[in-house]
Nanobody, 126 residues
Framework: QLVESGGGLVQAGGSLRLSCAASGRRFSVYAMGWFRQAPGKEREFVAGISGSGGSTYYTDSVKGRFTISRDNAKNTMYLQMNSLKPDDTAIYYC?????????????????????WGQGTQVTVSS
């Protein structure tokens, strides 16, 4: 089970930190990701992180502003969002999928993930 938190209303230029708490064991074997879905649009990839946390990747529109991280001891993943823009307004979802040992690929598509949270709303006002 994945549970997001940390969303809210913020002015443009502000910051938020999202958290995704996972239940169960062996959190470190799961690749994790953040997606977002704005009204009337498809769910899109935002950022991903490998099970160990050693590999991170981002969609171009958030590079340099967002940072994905994880604390495997706490079974929690984070998304630090800085310099927020109105275009970042969306429901943010965390996702997880078991990552085979030694697999170094990226999980970029919604179909790549089998586990999803319920989402948390992020609204950026101009």
């Amino acid at each position: 089970q994945l549970v997001e938190s940390g969303g809210g209303l913020v002015q443009a230029g502000g910051s938020l930190r999202l958290s995704c708490a996972a239940s169960g064991r062996r959190f470190s074997v799961y690749a994790m990701g953040w997606f977002r879905q704005a009204p009337g649009k498809e769910r899109e990839f935002v950022a991903g992180i490998s099970g160990s946390g050693g590999s991170t990747y981002y969609t171009d529109s958030v590079k340099g502003r967002f940072t994905i991280s994880r604390d495997n001891a706490k079974n929690t993943m984070y998304l630090q969002m800085n310099s927020l823009k109105p275009d970042d307004t969306a429901i943010y979802y965390c996702a997880a999928e078991s990552q085979p040992t030694g697999f170094g690929g990226r999980y970029l598509r919604t179909a790549d993930y089998g586990y999803w949270g319920q989402g948390t709303q992020v609204t950026v006002s101009s």
